[in-house]
C-alpha cells in the first residue's frame, strides 16, 4: 500500500510566485478591503527587523510620489508572513495612491500583494475579482506580458476551487503570449502548473508530457527551486505509471537541490514521498527512515498535513510489523491533527487505517465503527467534488449565456447609432430620401429581429449542452470511482486481507494451538476467506477486471456466461478496444438490461448482441419472455437511467416489446476517430 502525497497545494504557490511574484494560499468568497493605514510624522515603534524599521522610516519622510507607492509594497510583503492586518493596510495605501498618481504599475502590485493576503485568509472569489479587474486594466494598455502574468494568476485561483478544466483554459490563453515574448522561465513554470492539474484530474501521460517540457526549459539552472518542484512532480506522474526507479531518481534530486538551499520546508514532501515509494517497494526500514525526517521536520514547521501523511506512513509499517499498539499510536496522532485542522482527506484515510488494524486484532466491531466513519468522509467528499463540478459547468453556462447576450446588445446599439446617422442625412435630402430610409429601418429592424431570435435559439442550445455535459460528467465521475474504488478494494484491501491471512497462517505453524484454539483459528480464517471472496465480488461489480484489462468483447462474454446458461452472445465485427468510458456505458447498459430480462421477463432465452462498424457500435439485447406495454412502463425498469446514458454520447435507442411476445432493445452509438 503506498501513502498518497498531496503537493498540489506547494507546487501552486511556486507557480505564482513566478508568474507574479506573490505567494498564495487557497481562499474563499469576501471582497472586503482594510481600511488605509495614515502616515503620521512620528516615529513608529521598533519592530525588531532592521530592514523593515528603515523601510518604515522612509515611508514616514517619503513625497506622494511613485517611490512611495514602492515602499509601501515592500511593507506589505514584510508584513504579509507576521500581520495580516497591517499588510493589507499598506497595500490599501498604495493603490490609493496608485489611483491618484494614475499610475498603473501600482495598481498591479497592490493586486499582486493584496491577494495573496487575501488567498491565504480563504477568499479566492476575491481575488478572482482583483485579477479581473486588473486584467481589464492591462488589455488596455497592450502589455501582454502583464496580460499573460494576470491569466495565469487567475488560472491559479481556480486551481484551488479544483475547476481545473477552467484553470487550464486560462493557463492556455498565457501560454502562447510567453512563448511569444521568449519568457523561458515564466513558461517553465506554467508547464509545471499546467503538468500538475493534469495529475489532480487523473491523466498521467499529459503530467509526465507537461512536466519534462518545463524540466528541459531549465536544463540551465538546474539547481533552481522551481525545477525541484517540477522534479517532485514529475515523480507523481512516474509513480502513477510504475516507473518506480526513476521515480526514485528525481526525488532524490529533488532532495539535493532543497537541502543546496536550505529549505527544510520542501524536504518534507520529498521525504513523504520517498518512504511511500520505499513501501512500494517493500523496503521497510528505508520508508521508516524517510518517514520519521518527514514528520520531525513537519513538527518542526507546522506543516499539518505533512504530518498527517508521514504519521499515517509509519503507522502502516507498525502494523505490518505486528506492533498494533504503536500504529495505533501514530494513526490517532495523525487523526487528531487532521480533525483539529480539518483535512477531512486525511481523516477518511487515519480512519480507513485504523479500521484495519482493528480488523488485525479481531476487534470486527470496532474495525465496523472506524470503516463507517471513512465511509462517511469519502461519501461527502466525492459529493462535494460533483457539487464542485456542477458549479464550475453552471458558471460557464451563465458566462456564455452573458456574452452572447451581450453580442446582441452590441449589435441593437450599432444599428440605432447608424439609424441616428442616416435620419439626420434623411432630414438634409429631403421628403424622397425620408421615403427610402424608412423602408431601409424596416428592413434592418427585421434583420435585427432574426438576429435576436438567431440568439435566443442558441441560448437554448447552450442549455441543451448544459444537460448533456453534465450527464457526462455525472457518467465519467461514475467510471473514474467505479475503477478506483473497484482498484483501492482490489490492491489496497486485497493486499492487506492477504498479508494478514498469510501472518496468521504463520503464527498458526509457531504457535502449537490445542484442538480447541485450532477450531477457533480455522473458523476465523474461513471468516477472512469469506471476506476476500466477498471483496472481490464487490470489486468484480464496480468495475470489472476483464474489462479494463481485455475490453467489452471479453467482459460481456464473462457477464453472460456467469449469469445464466439461457443467455447467447455473439460479437460481429472490429474486436479492438474502445474508450474506456464507452466500454464501461456499453457494459453497464447490457449489465442493466440483461437483469431486467432474467428478473421480470421469465424469458427461455436471452440474445445480446454487438456489432461494430466503422464509425459505430450497435448493441441489442432480446428476450423471448413476458414482454411489456412500452408506452406505459418505458419509464420503469432502469430504462429511464439507459436513455440518459446514451443521450449523453449522442446516441439513439430503440425499445420494441409486446405483452407476450418478448422485447428487443436495440441502442446505436458514434465513435469517435
Not at 82 to 105: F, G, M, N, Q, V
Not at 465 to 484: D, F, H, P
Not at 563 to 577: L, P, Q
Not at 626 to 634: L, N, Q, S
Request: charged content about 25%; proline content about 1%; glycine content about 6%.
Amino acid at each position: 500500500m503506498s501513502v498518497h502525497i498531496d503537493i498540489h497545494l506547494q507546487i501552486i504557490l511556486v507557480g505564482l510566485i513566478t508568474i507574479s511574484g506573490c505567494n498564495t494560499t487557497p481562499t474563499d468568497t469576501d471582497s472586503r478591503q482594510a481600511a488605509p493605514v495614515m502616515r503620521t510624522d512620528s516615529f513608529h515603534e521598533s519592530t525588531g527587523n532592521i530592514l523593515l524599521d528603515s523601510l518604515l522610516r522612509s515611508v514616514e519622510t517619503a513625497k506622494q510620489d511613485t517611490n512611495l507607492v514602492k515602499l509601501y509594497y515592500e511593507v506589505g510583503k514584510f508584513y504579509a508572513d507576521i500581520d495580516h492586518i497591517k499588510a493589507k493596510e499598506y497595500y490599501s495605501e498604495l493603490k490609493t495612491l496608485s489611483e491618484k498618481l494614475k499610475w498603473r504599475p501600482g495598481q498591479y502590485l497592490f493586486a499582486r500583494g493584496y491577494t495573496e493576503i487575501l488567498n491565504r485568509e480563504g477568499l479566492i472569489d476575491s481575488s478572482i475579482v482583483i485579477h479581473q479587474q486588473t486584467l481589464v486594466m492591462a488589455k488596455e494598455e497592450t502589455d501582454e506580458l502583464q496580460v499573460a502574468m494576470i491569466l495565469g494568476n487567475i488560472g491559479n485561483c481556480y486551481n484551488y476551487k479544483n475547476w481545473f478544466e477552467t484553470a487550464l483554459k486560462y493557463y492556455n490563453e498565457a501560454l502562447p503570449i510567453f512563448e511569444n515574448q521568449g519568457e523561458t522561465i515564466k513558461l517553465a513554470h506554467l508547464y509545471n502548473l499546467m503538468a500538475m492539474v493534469y495529475y489532480d484530474m487523473n491523466m498521467p501521460d499529459e503530467n509526465l508530457i507537461y512536466s519534462e517540457k518545463a524540466l528541459d526549459m531549465l536544463h540551465e539552472n538546474p539547481d533552481t527551486l522551481i525545477r525541484a518542484h517540477t522534479l517532485i512532480n514529475y515523480s507523481l506522474g512516474l509513480l502513477t505509471s510504475g516507473q518506480l526507479e526513476m521515480a526514485e531518481n528525481r526525488l532524490l534530486e529533488a532532495q539535493r537541490i532543497f537541502s543546496l538551499h536550505n529549505s527544510k520546508y520542501n524536504l518534507i514532501k520529498v521525504y513523504n514521498n520517498l518512504g511511500s515509494l520505499a513501501l512500494r517497494k517493500f523496503d521497510r526500514v528505508k520508508a521508516e527512515t524517510y518517514l520519521l525526517k518527514a514528520s520531525e521536520i513537519a513538527l518542526e514547521f507546522g506543516d499539518v498535513e505533512g504530518f498527517c501523511i508521514s504519521g499515517r506512513g509509519i503507522g502502516l509499517i507498525e502494523m505490518y510489523r505486528g506492533n498494533f499498539d504503536n500504529a495505533e499510536k501514530y494513526l490517532m496522532a495523525a487523526l487528531e491533527a487532521a480533525v483539529e485542522h480539518d483535512f477531512s482527506v486525511q481523516e477518511m484515510k487515519c480512519y480507513g487505517q485504523l479500521s484495519d488494524i482493528a480488523t488485525a486484532r479481531n476487534d470486527f466491531p470496532g474495525s465496523r465503527i472506524y470503516a463507517t466513519k471513512s465511509d462517511s468522509i469519502n461519501h461527502t467528499l466525492m459529493s462535494a467534488s460533483a457539487l464542485r463540478a456542477v458549479k464550475e459547468m453552471e458558471v460557464r453556462y451563465e458566462t456564455e449565456k452573458k456574452e452572447s447576450h451581450i453580442a446582441v446588445l452590441e449589435k441593437e446599439k450599432q444599428l440605432m447609432t447608424w439609424i441616428g446617422i442616416t435620419g439626420g442625412g434623411v432630414l438634409l435630402l429631403g421628403l424622397i430620401t425620408l421615403v427610402f430610409l424608412w423602408r431601409w429601418t424596416i428592413q434592418k429592424k427585421r434583420i435585427a429581429e432574426q438576429q435576436k431570435q438567431l440568439a435566443e435559439q442558441q441560448v437554448r442550445q447552450l442549455e441543451q449542452e448544459k444537460q448533456l455535459v453534465a450527464t457526462q460528467a455525472v457518467i465519467n465521475g461514475e467510471v473514474q470511482e467505479r475503477s478506483r474504488l473497484a482498484r483501492d478494494l482490489h490492491d489496497g484491501l486485497g493486499g492487506k486481507l492477504t498479508c494478514m491471512k498469510l501472518n496468521l497462517q504463520e503464527l498458526n505453524q509457531n504457535a502449537g494451538f490445542d484442538d480447541e484454539k485450532t477450531g477457533q483459528f480455522n473458523a476465523i480464517m474461513g471468516i477472512l476467506d469469506d471476506t476476500v471472496r466477498e471483496m472481490r465480488r464487490v470489486s468484480h461489480n464496480l468495475m470489472p477486471d476483464a474489462l479494463s484489462r481485455s475490453g467489452l468483447k471479453t467482459a460481456v462474454d464473462d457477464f453472460c456466461r456467469s449469469m445464466s446458461s439461457k443467455i447467447v452472445f455473439n460479437w460481429y465485427g472490429d474486436e479492438a478496444r474502445l474508450d474506456i468510458k464507452l466500454e464501461a456505458l456499453i457494459y453497464r447498459c447490457i449489465h442493466e438490461l440483461v437483469n431486467n430480462a432474467l428478473k421480470y421477463a421469465d424469458a427461455s432465452q436471452i440474445m445480446v448482441q454487438i456489432i461494430r462498424e466503422a464509425g459505430t457500435i450497435a448493441f441489442t439485447v432480446q428476450d423471448d419472455g413476458c414482454g411489456f406495454d412500452a408506452m406505459v412502463e418505458a419509464e420503469g425498469m432502469g430504462l429511464q437511467n439507459i436513455r440518459n446514458r446514451v443521450a449523453s454520447l449522442g446516441g439513439e435507442i430503440h425499445i420494441d416489446s409486446t405483452v407476450s411476445e418478448g422485447t428487443e432493445v436495440n441502442v446505436e452509438l458514434k465513435i469517435e476517430n
